[in-house]
């Protein structure tokens, strides 16, 4: 018998590669799109009931990711993003403008392929095809974040059946893997509304799976599942009216919109500085001093930010 295998590789490179056990714990840590929420190349679920504001919610993400700002307040890893807005049609756009207007993005600093017809996602569909095709050959970058909204609209079959859902996993791995993406899929609840709709395989193949309730105008994000990583805290958020426009946003609760721009900013500073100390922070900072005390509370109550001997950095 051949040596046990240590710090040499096991197996070449490719498909079906064997790692050894020092070469498996030497592999990178996951990474994430949104930090503690959205898994990198994950599969994520955002499901909810109708009406509960699933789509404000994933507008608000895709936007984030490709305007390259922090998810209420969670640090992001800006990309390019295809939104397959399947449900909304060409209505969607209002709910944009009114998102480019209320964080005061142009549109040519959000970089979003819009889609506004459903699609057959399974792999041997025609539709996804074509849709490959106008990706690789007509745009000049290939997606970080694809989002499907909805699963029924981009779906064949019955959704309870396991064979049919798996056509549909199957065309979903295929998206992640042409564009090395993440890909979010919008879903409904049961009439029960005590978990996601249709068969459980679903559920089974996703990194991560986020809740939405809603109670008047406010929202709850929450967390069900996170294959890799602890399940973050629930997120309060409220849906607000955006003056001027026909349409709203969602923000954290209890911030206002000029809260939200100096937690961003608070967070970009310290990136760019880090590790470093109070004072080179708060110097560095374009905000009212007594603001900073304010949100600095709020940034180590989210876990966004951390001191390690003295000094400032954000919380990896």
Partial sequence: ?????????????????LYS???????????????????????????????????????????????????QGFPVEAGYVLYIAAEGG???????????????VKPSQADVA?????????V?????????????????????????????????????????????????????????CTVLVIHHTRLAGDRERGNTAFRGACDAMLSIEKDNQNITVSCSKQKDAEEFEPIALDLIKVEDTDSCVVTRAGVNAQGEAQLAHMLETLAGLQPCTWDDWVNALKIPRARVFTHIQTLRKDNLVTKVNGLWRVKA
Wanted: aromatic fraction near 8%; hydrophobic fraction near 40%; glycine fraction near 8%.
């Fill in 1 to 17: 018998m051949g040596a046990k295998p240590t710090s040499f590789q096991l197996t070449s490179s490719g498909p079906l590669r």
């Fill in 90 to 104: 060409t209505g969607i756009g209002k709910r944009a403008k009114a998102w480019l207007l209320h964080n005061q």
């Fill in 124 to 180: 041997d569909s025609d539709q996804m095809s074509t849709l490959l095709e106008r990706v690789m050959s007509e745009l000049e970058f290939k997606p970080s974040l694809v989002i499907v909204d909805t699963l029924a609209r981009c779906f064949d079959g019955d959704e309870n059946e396991q064979e049919d859902m798996g056509r549909f996993i199957a065309g979903v791995d295929h998206l992640r893997s042409q564009f090395e």
């Fill in 114 to 122: 819009w889609l506004v017809e459903s699609l057959s996602v399974h």
């Fill in 21 to 71: 056990t020092t070469e498996l714990l030497s592999l990178p840590a996951p990474t994430w799109l949104v930090d503690r929420i959205i898994p990198a190349g994950g599969l994520v679920a955002l499901y909810g009931p109708p009406g509960c504001g699933k789509s404000f919610v994933a507008l608000d993400i895709a936007l984030s990711v490709a305007a390259g700002r922090p998810w």
